[in-house]
């Protein structure tokens, strides 16, 4: 440094020069040398804990060609032995010994026999014997199929023995959710109850009503499964199966002897009641009691299944405990005329010959029969403040004597429209708007259109 410092002193333009031409060498130098000391280290450090037995794969086992074989072609050995036999291993002797009684068996397809022995009692010393037995007689895969014989059957036989088993999942639940009847089959056919339940107490039968699965439904019914236990909601199967469309189903469940009028059980969870889509069936679960499948399909208007259960004995005249509400109020409120007509009891499959028509314009009306006027007369509707409802209605129920309990008077021939508080009756008619809602006729013409019409019958009324 001292020396370097005299030169640059004595010779200051030649030092400068000297220091200005090495200065591009040592900055390349100091940063090349520290990367490649920097990657040597890094790939040491590397092959160190590569050799660390921490960083080794696990050993796997892999199979002789042979059992590959027999496993893709879809057969195994069956492992379980049977209650009744002692488990035994093969004997012990060399292997160049079963080669050579392999070789002496004079039938080529006849397999050499195989000495068996009990297995010893467990001791102490069974680590070190398990070793040595290891090390002395090796097993060969490949000797053991060739002698041993192995029971070769179809993975199908006893994939029930291998299904799955959980306590919250059945293996007959599991079966309805795979959509599997055939499985739920075999499963009972092996011990297994049908109406195991869950952890959260739902059964198999009810998830099948949910999932709409007819198939699985009668599978449990042949097996034995109680066809009106509750599930989870803790409603009958054939309740949760008139909450949504499905004929079949519910056919399936009166095939197998369900009651068609089952009562729905207070109190509702929420759950079932959040599944109603009609509001006028959620407040009828939420404040009343025993509600019928009847009034549940005459409340969604479904045609097809109401007849299905009237056709099994489900009654109409069944009403609610707490408001006394009967099928037919369900579909009046919703106005499902058709449905109406067939819990009154008439054919689904007939057309209405009668009708009833009442112009409010004009304050008359006329009966028509085959498309054919066979009476008319002059009327008095609703007077203002208590107009007429111009709509299509049914008579719901006739009464030759009846009483009005809202306003105390008496209505003769009365024939209400559709559950509700107005009908057609006699009354005083004066050829305008003068009754309270009601259509009055004249004495001889409401009993005329009496005779005519019955339950059933449609009433039209028209602006």
């Known amino acids: 440094m001292l020396d370097s410092f005299i030169n640059f002193v004595k010779h200051p333009v030649r030092e400068s020069q000297r220091s ?37 794969p696990p050993a796997v086992a892999v199979a002789p060609p042979i059992i590959q074989t027999a496993l893709a072609a879809g057969e195994v050995r069956r492992a379980i032995p049977q209650p009744e036999e002692a488990p035994t291993r093969l004997s012990t002797a060399p292997q160049a010994d079963l080669e050579k009684a392999a070789k002496k068996q004079s039938a080529p397809n006849t ?16 680590t070190h014997n398990n070793q040595a037995n290891a090390k002395k007689w090796p097993v060969n895969y490949g000797s053991l199929l060739q002698h041993g014989r192995p029971i070769l059957d179809p ?19 599991q079966a309805v959710l795979c959509y599997d009847s055939e499985r739920l089959t075999r499963l009972a056919s092996m011990g297994i109850q049908p109406d195991e339940r869950t952890l959260f107490g739902d059964t198999a039968l009810c998830l099948a009503v949910r999932m709409a699965q007819e198939d699985c439904i009668r599978a449990l019914w042949l097996t034995g499964a109680k066809m009106d236990a509750p599930g989870r909601e803790n409603q009958a199967p054939i309740l949760l199966a008139s909450i949504r469309r499905g004929v079949n189903i519910l056919q399936a469940l009166l095939d197998a002897g369900v009651n068609p009028n089952t009562r729905s059980t207070a109190p509702v969870s929420r759950e079932l009641i959040e599944r109603c889509s009609i509001k ?3 407040n009828t679960f939420e404040n009343d009691n025993g509600v019928t499948p009847l009034m549940c399909c005459a409340a969604r208007g479904d045609v097809e299944g109401a007849v299905t259960l009237m056709r099994a004995g489900a009654s109409a005249n069944v009403y609610t405990s707490r408001r006394h509400r009967y099928p037919i109020n ?31 314009s004009t304050q008359r009306a006329w009966v028509t029969k085959q498309g054919r006027v066979v009476a008319t007369t002059s009327v008095s509707t609703g007077r203002e403040g208590y107009r007429t409802p111009a709509g299509r209605y049914v008579i719901t129920d006739k009464h030759r004597s009846h009483t009005s309990t809202l306003y105390h008077v008496e209505m003769p021939w009365f024939m209400r429209l559709n559950c509700s508080a107005i009908g057609l009756h006699s009354g005083v008619v004066t050829g305008r708007p003068a009754s309270h809602g009601c259509i009055r006729l004249p004495y001889s013409k409401a009993k005329l259109f009496y005779s005519l019409t019955g339950v059933g019958d449609e009433v039209e009324i028209l602006h």
């Not at 050499?112 to 001791?123: G, M, N, R, S, Y």
């Not at 993975?155 to 639940?173: C, F, N, V």
């Open 20 to 56: 200005m031409q090495s200065r591009p060498l040592n900055t390349l130098t100091a940063l090349v040398i520290p990367v490649v000391i920097g990657t040597g280290l890094c790939a040491l450090f590397v092959q160190l804990l590569k050799g660390h037995e921490l960083f080794q």
């Open 280 to 282: 006028d069936l959620r």
């Open 111 to 126: 397999p050499p026999k195989v000495t068996v022995q009990p297995l010893e009692p467990a001791h102490s010393t069974a």
């Open 330 to 360: 369900f579909a009046a409120t919703q106005g499902y005329l058709f449905l109406m007509r067939v819990l009154l009891g008439r054919d689904p499959e007939a057309e209405p010959d009668t009708l009833v028509t009442v112009d409010l």
């Open 155 to 173: 993975i199908t036989d006893y994939w029930s023995h291998l299904w799955p088993r959980t306590d919250a999942l059945p293996s007959i639940y």
